[in-house]
């Protein structure tokens, strides 16, 4: 929060007194300094820190007013960068630690429709196979001998070893998995439907005269 009158106040007291600054008459001078740094936006705790890096500086103390404030603004400049490298780390680390939607961060693809039943950019079939995904866990694995356990049972049979080969051979394999799954689910439908017709109305009476004309035929 911008540092408010009484905050200065205070912080220009702890300041002017750590650094002989009270023989002066600067309050005019101080009036604009307030100014300022209200204009920059800086904080009460942004400028205590600032007084004790100057304090504890190896470069020594300012001689000068103006090198008071140069040095001043210097230090919670410093902070604001130390802060943002901070949160720019935090932002890095946490962004490596999210999970990956493609492989939900398990590393590897798996369910893919089996490449020898796609003909055309169809699947028929209902064989799968997994990859290992483009992430960086799919790398890792990739590269670890944990990927070589897992790649070494079916390697010779396998076409494609990650998501990157597979892709190129089957680019539309989430079309694939989409339209099987619909097929699945329509065929399940049909089923139940079919299911409940027959508790409901019991087996089939009537035979068509086609129907007894074949059993006739084949008896
Ligand atoms: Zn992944």
């Known amino acids: 929060m911008t540092i408010d009158r009484n905050e200065f106040a205070a ?8 650094f002989g600054l009270n023989y002066d008459d600067i309050s005019e001078l101080l009036a604009e300094w307030f100014r300022s740094f209200v204009a920059m936006g800086f904080s009460a705790c942004e400028l205590n820190k600032a007084t004790d890096m100057i304090v504890s500086s190896p470069a020594g103390w300012p001689t000068w007013r103006d090198q008071h404030l140069r040095r001043i603004v ?16 935090r ?13 939900d961060d398990t590393g590897q693809v798996a369910g893919l429709p089996q490449l020898s039943e796609v003909r055309d950019g169809q699947w028929r079939g209902a064989k799968t196979c997994a990859v290992l995904c483009v992430c960086h866990r799919g790398q890792r694995m990739l590269e670890s001998r944990h990927a070589r356990e897992w790649g070494s049972e079916d390697l010779r049979e396998r076409a494609c070893y990650t998501l990157r080969e597979y892709e190129l051979a089957n680019p539309y394999w989430r079309d694939q998995i989409h339209a099987h799954w619909q097929a699945t689910i329509t065929r ?16 089939l009476r009537a035979v068509s005269t ?4 074949l059993k006739e035929v084949s008896a």
């Open 11 to 18: 912080w220009a007291a702890r300041h002017r007194t750590l």
């Open 188 to 203: 399940r439908r049909a089923e139940d439907a079919t299911r409940r017709l027959d508790a409901l109305r019991g087996p």
């Open 210 to 213: 086609l129907g007894a004309a």
């Open 74 to 89: 210097e230090c919670v400049q410093r902070q604001r960068a130390e802060r943002q490298a901070a949160a720019d780390r």
């Open 91 to 103: 932002y890095v680390d946490e962004h490596a630690k999210s999970a990956c939607t493609v492989c």
